[in-house]
């Protein structure tokens, strides 16, 4: 009954989105906008791994997706390698190359480890943009293949590619939801809250962090691959910082430090960004507002919010200790705990 408890919240909106295609009416405009959303989804759960459940700002999430996507597109165009195997590379190179990056960069704390990621960024950035024997530079890389069919499942439509994007979102929520219920994600919410008490109760600081940094670029280089096999095209403006700054955009509308506030924060920013795009340039003035106005009302977020409202409804029947509210998480201020973490 508990297991059941925890597990309907997920059955309605996996069931919406299931039903979708057929709610769409076939329109592939709607189709391609929500894939897109779902691959930057899985970006965003991975940044909120280490921003969220562990408290370090990494402001090269977006360089790390665009190395994902990179790896799919080189090693399918120029080398001619099967989409899968190189999908299954696209996370692990940015794992490998996240240690030594991490390593050096978690040693670091606060405001300076924002600063160096950003640097970081900045660094894929112009070397994608630069190195054209590799990356084809600004021309970028053009006929990405179509991630090939699975049995009786084929992915050459925009039905098809919302179905893998879907599955893919399903199963890497799955186990973000699985690792922060784990005894490492309650590390990783111990390191959050107060580095010295975490390392006082025996948590290793070094190694808990980097496993959170390697675990987020991860996400981040998966989301890239299917980046690449969706779109079809790839240019170094994948590795702009201001596709980081969506993800923590998104993470801040859906509720930082729960598993469902990036999901829910990456399906509203596409809609709302659309809607504004026939002011072009001058959209910002309406969203930055809307923005603000949500930090000030709903600092925890849309999904920590209403963990916060319930918590206090329960609050009214049962021992006020039971369920308390918690307080919204700050990246890089150890004694902020995040709303409901590990719980949605």
């Known amino acids: 009954m508990r297991k059941l408890k925890r597990t309907w919240p997920w059955l309605v909106p996996l069931g919406l989105a299931l039903a979708l295609p057929w709610l769409a009416g076939g329109n592939d405009y709607i189709l391609s906008v929500l894939s897109l959303a779902y691959i930057y989804a899985i970006a965003a759960l991975g940044l909120n791994l280490i921003t969220g459940y562990t408290g370090q700002l990494n402001l090269a999430h977006a360089g790390f997706m665009a190395m994902g996507a990179y790896t799919v597109g080189i090693l399918t165009v120029d080398h001619a390698v099967p989409f899968w195997w190189a999908f299954v590379l696209s996370g692990l190179i940015p794992a490998v190359l996240g240690v030594p990056i991490g390593w050096l960069s978690l040693r670091l704390r606060g405001h300076y480890f924002a600063i160096f990621t950003l640097c970081v960024g900045s660094i894929i950035n112009l070397v994608i943009e630069k190195w054209d024997g590799l990356t084809h530079g600004v021309v970028g890389i053009i006929g990405i293949p179509v991630p090939p069919g699975l049995g009786a499942l084929q992915f050459t439509t925009p039905r098809g590619q919302y179905n893998l994007t879907l599955a893919c979102l399903v199963l890497m929520t799955w186990l973000m939801q699985r690792i922060v219920r784990s005894l490492v994600g309650r590390s990783f ?156």
């Open 189 to 344: 919410v111990a390191v959050r809250n107060s580095e010295p008490l975490a390392e006082a109760l025996g948590i290793p600081l070094m190694r808990t962090k980097l496993l959170a940094f390697v675990l987020s670029v991860v996400y981040a280089g998966f989301a890239g691959g299917l980046y690449a096999g969706t779109v079809r095209f790839l240019g170094p403006d994948l590795a702009n910082i201001a596709h980081t700054f969506d993800m923590v955009t998104a993470m801040l509308i859906g509720g930082i430090g729960t598993v469902a506030g990036p999901i829910v924060g990456s399906l509203v920013l596409p809609w709302v960004t659309q809607y504004l795009q026939f002011m072009q340039d001058y959209r910002m003035l309406v969203f930055g507002p809307l923005l603000v106005l949500l930090l000030i009302f709903l600092p925890a977020g849309i999904v920590g919010s209403l963990r916060n409202w319930q918590a206090r409804r329960a609050a009214k029947t049962q021992d006020p200790a039971v369920a308390q509210p918690d307080a919204p998480a700050v990246p890089g201020q150890g004694a902020a705990a995040a709303p409901g973490c590990g719980h949605a």
